[in-house]
């Protein structure tokens, strides 16, 4: 079952974001037509066997975990969070890329483009 925007399950921060990484996230969600926190997740799949997931979400499940980083709020499904403990996600911008990056203390080896990890 779902919640509204503001979880019940708060814990200390899973991940950090940068100051960077969350003045880029509170750009999308002052686009956004409702309001949203950030959902960050693992997704089976990637070069090296998972994949790090941003979304802006509207639902907060009973189940997510929920805490603020730099002034924004994150969930976190359980299943996600075993993987990303003490995940730090910045934001670069460059003539060569822009995007965010991660750096996840978990994870034992990484692709190229830095979106994909192994544990």
Known sequence: MSETIRAERSVDPIVKLTREAAEKVREFQAGAEAETVLRVSVIPGGCSGFEYGLDMDTVV????????????????????????????????????????????PNATGSCGCGTSFAV
């Open 61 to 104: 499940r009973d189940d997510d975990f929920s805490f603020e980083s730099e002034g924004v709020l994150v969930v976190i499904d359980p299943f996600s969070a075993q993987y990303l403990a003490g995940l730090s996600i910045g934001y670069h911008s460059s003539f060569q890329g822009t995007g965010f990056t991660f750096e996840n």
